[in-house]
């Protein structure tokens, strides 16, 4: 289980300037190299906590500023004491319910390459590795902590 501090949303939005400006960028050099995607106006609004800024928009400026959503939005992750063991994939599980979710043909699709990756041709369950937690994470756009919740919470784990 990860833990994730409260924070304010004035914290998140002076986060929010930092990363922009120890990229050293101004608001205008962010329209500018974001070819217009990102208007200096609205990510000023951002800053000042003037307009919301969703998860969706969050984990996209994330991307543009090449930071983890965490820093983004300066948040600490700390880990909590996790039983110990591996995370395993359970990749039958992705077929079964609702097998066209796009969460779980991006997880299929996933877990079919790194199993390639690794020669393992068993095809039933993967062993996650932390990074491939935060890859899927990435993929179904939701943080470390979220991802292992949605995992969990949609039986696609063996050993929680």
């Known amino acids: 289980m990860i833990i ?17 400006k120890a990229k050293g960028l101004t608001l205008m050099d962010v329209e500018k190299k974001s070819a217009g995607l990102w208007k200096a106006v609205v990510i000023g609004s951002y800053e000042r906590c003037d307009r919301a800024l969703s998860v969706k928009k969050a984990v996209s400026l994330a991307n543009f500023y090449q930071v983890p959503l965490e820093e983004l939005l300066g948040i600490k992750v700390r880990e909590s004491v996790r039983q110990s063991g591996k995370l395993t994939l359970d990749i039958r599980a992705t077929s079964n319910e609702n097998p066209y ?3 779980l ?4 699709n996933f877990a079919t ?3 390639a990756k690794r ?8 062993s996650l590795r932390n990074s491939d937690l935060t890859t899927i994470g990435l993929l179904i756009n939701k943080d470390e902590a979220s991802t292992y919740e949605w995992l969990a919470s949609n039986r696609l784990l063996l050993n929680k």
């Open 101 to 103: 979710l796009p969460e």
């Open 119 to 126: 020669h393992d041709w068993n095809g039933e369950v993967l």
């Open 113 to 115: 390459l790194i199993c």
């Open 4 to 20: 994730i501090p409260e924070r304010s949303i004035e914290e998140i939005a002076a986060s929010i300037k930092a990363v922009r």
């Open 105 to 108: 043909v991006a997880i299929r």
